[in-house]
């Protein structure tokens, strides 16, 4: 029997944490045991989460698939649902479907090492990559985050910056743009891709995945080639508007390619054969 | 099935509408305000019989404007929710399509079942009969010839009446067990078989270019000057889509009073130019010339490629409808002769 396929499962918030100014994020869990026993999501997916009477809106799942019981998403407070979001609080119930889109391969990244370079609030659609391999750290060599915002308080996820910062299995460097520094930041200032540059890491049996606005994504792809990463091992998710989330509503694709199912992650190389509509 | 074929009598049709609307829905042609569309109707007098085409499409039956997809009661801590019930959904007649609209079923349920299948859609094509009448004029907007139709093409048609010659009797297609089931439920008024060669009275509409070349030249034409000249004077008001029998894009929004609301699907259209809009001010496709090129693109390229089906019945609407004579043929055709 066929179901309604826009029939979202009902989530209650069960923490909100205050990232970043206008940047918030919700741990949520099913309502129904039957709907958490039977979803099973993969890094890189994400989902519709709905306000009812307000709207639905798309971002990605920034929990790892190895945290089972919930899932965590965060938001930038810009339009109307994500404004509504921000107003809701800890015991009320959202929307939620998916997962939708295709998956970061982190079976086929096994044995090599992974080089997670973010800005602003695109760390989270990395976040599940992140933890679903520190998760199953063995399975891979070197691990290093390269991150930044534009200024200290725009940093997401804090406190978690922290923990990796302190673990000996990830080389972490954040940075901040030239002005956004406060008096006590001891990490980089400079742009994204600066800092690539000069931390200058290595891409021997290395993949690297890029998240970021276009403007940091357009100069880095550049770094990286010089440092000889192949096309075909460098990774970023795309985003575009949607509202159905399966290639039914007719506006997320460029030209031929749906970022709902063929995306959101693509290579390098991929993104090279796409028209320029993103 | 083979088609099974039949004489209707002319003072046949009124009968059969009759016996139909006693327990099904009829949506048939109705003029109002100089517009013909598919309305709800349970007079026979009121439906159109002398029309080369309808305004709007008939595709609202299966795919109405605005629908409902689920409803909620919400308070502070609790939520309700419920699934539109798709048991609601009435028997439906459509009579008196034009064979162009008929193959527009085939292309929205490609896209309306790309993987996953949308319930609420596939029930409503469950639940309608399509009545077909074969075309015996056409205009200059017509070109179902150049996109694999004709004027007495039966696909996505039940039934399929062809009139032979004015003022003249229906020959009755029967095309599949559905359209068996309405001969069934009025044996006398289908007649005798009848072998009468029906194309000696359907319209001529003559080829104007063809398909397959310009899907061929479309893969190297993305990035040409062409689009941005042919739509200059596009204003984006989305009536193409509007009065398209495939355009399948959509909106969902929520309406709510007090408690109560609804999550609805309703029509949008890519010439918009909130449509791809990001809420960060970044849009995609943020002039008319990219607007434009998605929608030809989509029929004629992407389609083909995604989903094995062209977008474009040739029926014509589009360019009858658009306020500034925007032609989607005279484009094809041109891009049909240009030289890569």
Not at chain 1, 209 to 225: Q, Y
Not at chain 2, 18 to 34: H, R
Not at chain 2, 138 to 165: A, K, M
Not at chain 2, 267 to 293: I, K
Request: net charge neutral; glycine share 8%.
């Amino acid at each position: 029997m066929m179901e309604n396929i826009y029939m979202p499962y009902l989530m209650r918030i069960e923490k909100v944490t205050y990232e970043a100014p206008g940047v918030k994020t919700f741990m949520l869990k099913f309502i129904n045991e039957d709907d958490q026993n039977n979803f099973n999501f993969k890094a890189g997916q994400f989902g519709e989460y709905s306000v009812y009477g307000v709207g639905e809106s798309t971002f990605c799942i920034a929990s790892s698939p190895t945290r089972k019981g919930y899932i965590e998403c965060t938001f930038r407070q810009t339009g109307k649902v994500t404004n509504a979001l921000a107003g809701c609080e800890e015991g009320n119930i959202v929307g939620f479907r998916g997962p939708y889109g295709n998956i970061f391969p982190l079976d086929e990244w096994k044995g090599k090492s992974l080089l997670f370079i973010a800005g602003g609030i695109a760390l989270p659609p990395m976040r599940c990559v992140i933890w679903n391999a520190l998760d199953l750290r063995e399975n891979f060599k070197d691990v290093t985050i390269i991150y930044g915002a534009r200024s200290v308080s725009d940093l997401v996820y804090k406190q978690e910056l922290q923990d990796w910062e302190k673990r000996r299995d990830v080389k972490l460097i954040t940075t901040v743009d030239p002005g956004g520094e406060s008096p006590d930041w001891k990490g980089e200032i400079g742009f994204v891709p600066t800092i690539v540059e000069k931390v200058a890491p290595s891409s021997e049996n290395t993949i690297a995945i890029v998240c970021g606005p276009p403007v940091m994504i357009k100069f880095t792809f550049p770094v990286l080639a010089k440092l000889g990463f192949k096309d075909e091992n460098i990774y970023t998710t795309l985003e575009n508007r949607m509202k159905c989330g399966f290639g039914k509503c007719g506006r997320c694709n460029v030209g031929k390619v749906y970022i709902c199912k063929d995306g959101p992650v693509f290579t390098l190389a991929q993104l090279k054969q796409l028209p320029d509509e993103y | 099935m083979s088609i099974d074929k039949r004489l209707i009598r002319k003072e046949s049709l009124e009968k059969l509408f009759d016996i139909l609307k006693q327990n099904k829905t009829i949506f048939a042609p109705v003029s109002k305000n100089g517009k013909i569309s598919f309305k709800i109707t349970d007079s026979f007098s009121s439906v159109e019989k002398e029309y080369i085409q309808t305004t709007q499409s008939s595709k609202e039956s299966a795919f109405p404007r605005t629908e409902k997809i689920l409803d909620f009661i919400k308070s502070k801590n609790s939520l309700d929710a419920k699934p539109f019930n798709v048991l609601e959904i009435p028997e439906v007649v459509l009579w008196g399509i034009r064979p162009c609209d008929a193959m527009g079923v085939g292309e929205l349920n490609s896209i309306f079942n790309w993987d996953s299948k949308d319930e609420i859609y596939n029930s409503r094509l469950a639940k309608t009969t399509v009545i077909g009448f074969s075309c015996a004029k056409s205009d200059e907007s017509c070109f179902c010839t150049s996109v694999g139709g004709n004027p007495g093409n039966t696909e996505g048609s039940d039934i399929l009446f062809t009139r032979l010659g004015d003022g003249g009797d229906y020959l009755a297609e029967i095309i599949t067990e559905k359209g068996a089931g309405i001969v069934a439920l009025a044996p006398d008024i289908f007649q005798k078989p009848d072998n009468q060669d029906k194309n000696k009275y359907l319209a001529e509409v003559p080829v104007k270019f063809d398909r397959e070349t310009i899907r061929k030249k479309l893969d190297r034409f993305f990035e040409s000057e062409d689009w941005v000249e042919r739509s200059l004077k596009c204003i984006g008001c989305g009536a193409c889509a509007y009065v398209c029998p495939t355009c399948a894009c959509f909106d969902i929004q929520d309406e709510s009073h007090g408690k109560y609301g609804s999550r609805v699907r309703c029509w949008d259209s890519c010439g918009l130019s909130q449509f791809t809009l990001h809420t960060s001010g970044h849009n995609p496709r943020e002039v008319q010339s990219q607007r434009w090129r998605q929608r030809i693109m989509h029929k004629f390229s992407y389609m083909p490629e995604r989903l094995s089906i062209y977008g474009c019945t040739g029926c014509g609407r589009c360019s009858r409808a658009c306020p500034v004579d925007m032609n989607i043929l005279e484009h094809l055709i041109s891009i049909q002769e240009v030289t890569l």
